[in-house]
């Protein structure tokens, strides 16, 4: 399958140097983030924690903290984990962020789909996943792809003022619809350094065959289509994955993600072709982290070295 022939989208991503891919970018992302009420993106951000130590992690050297309720679009809660006994700086960075029914508590223990939270934790990462599956506006005049794209980002800015956060190293990884708000926060936020959108790589037209129609908003597919957006996050390192079989109604396929990854190696491809990967994998919509997880490792020694 070859992906059908797209329109012309008004940010369709048109650079031919690194100068123009900046500037495109830059433009695309003004484009994308425009919070929906007019409120200030630096507005402060209140919290409330509520310290909860599991013993039972605790007792392999993790530690999950407890969650976290922030006023975000919101309000929105967080789980928060990390290695026990981190110094200031010592603790990598890294937001998960789950899937249609999931939750950010499945991320940080490693339940059902979301064993990569986990798996972050106890290579050292301070972990943090918000809740991002509301299908119910918590604002108005926002989009839910705003609101939950908004809450990982806001989720990230807290996590960051922590003394064991270290902002040179921050990763990103999420499946399905924690995929797809991977790709907007990847995009969107340049202090990500890597970031693994899994179970997502497809386009607006497939989108409308079958799937959940939380992933659109109103301007979408009059400007961008999915690749354009992906074109956001170079040349920053980007991991995509999707299944060789697939049991959901309308699917992810991989033939289609194939045609697509020409095209987003293209878009993606000014001078950092090596740092974008696709990996088709043969389970089913699950996450793989086969390419992932080394490059979050190398992220890790290759920042500590600096």
């Known amino acids: 399958m070859t992906p059908p022939k797209r329109l012309r989208q008004r940010w369709f991503f048109r650079a031919k140097s690194p100068a123009e891919a900046r500037g495109w970018q830059q433009a695309a992302r003004d484009r994308l983030f425009q919070p929906d009420d007019g409120r200030q993106q630096t507005e402060p951000m209140r919290t409330q924690a509520e310290d909860r130590e599991d013993s039972g992690h605790a007792r392999s050297g993790i530690s999950l903290g407890g969650d976290l309720t922030a006023n975000t679009a919101g309000s929105t809660r967080a789980r928060l984990g990390g290695a026990a006994g981190c110094a200031k700086g010592e603790g990598w960075r890294g937001a998960g962020l789950h899937g249609h029914g999931g939750t950010g508590e499945q991320i940080v223990r490693g339940q059902s789909l979301y064993w990569y939270g986990k798996a972050m934790l106890e290579k050292g990462w301070l972990v943090v996943a918000p809740d991002i599956g509301q299908h119910e506006l918590q604002h108005t005049n926002w989009s839910l792809m705003g609101e939950r794209t908004w809450d990982a980002l806001r989720a990230l800015d807290y996590a960051l003022t922590l003394p064991e956060a270290d902002p040179e190293r921050v990763a990103v990884a999420g499946l399905s619809l924690g995929g797809e708000t991977t790709m907007y926060v990847a995009a969107l936020d340049e202090r990500l ?35 354009d957006i992906f074109a956001c996050v170079a040349p920053r390192e980007l991991v995509c994955e999707l299944a060789k079989r697939n049991v959901l109604q309308a699917g992810f396929p991989s033939q289609l993600a194939a045609g697509l990854w020409s095209e987003s190696r293209l878009l993606t491809g000014v001078r950092c072709r090596s740092n974008v990967q696709l990996t088709v994998h043969p389970a089913g919509h699950v996450f793989s982290g086969k390419d992932f997880l080394p490059r979050l490792e190398v992220l890790q020694s290759r920042e500590k070295a600096k």
């Open 193 to 227: 350094k890597l970031a693994c959108s899994s179970g997502w790589l497809t386009t607006v037209a497939n989108m409308k065959n079958g799937h959940c129609k939380c992933f659109n908003f109103p301007g979408l597919e009059e400007s961008f289509d999915f690749s």
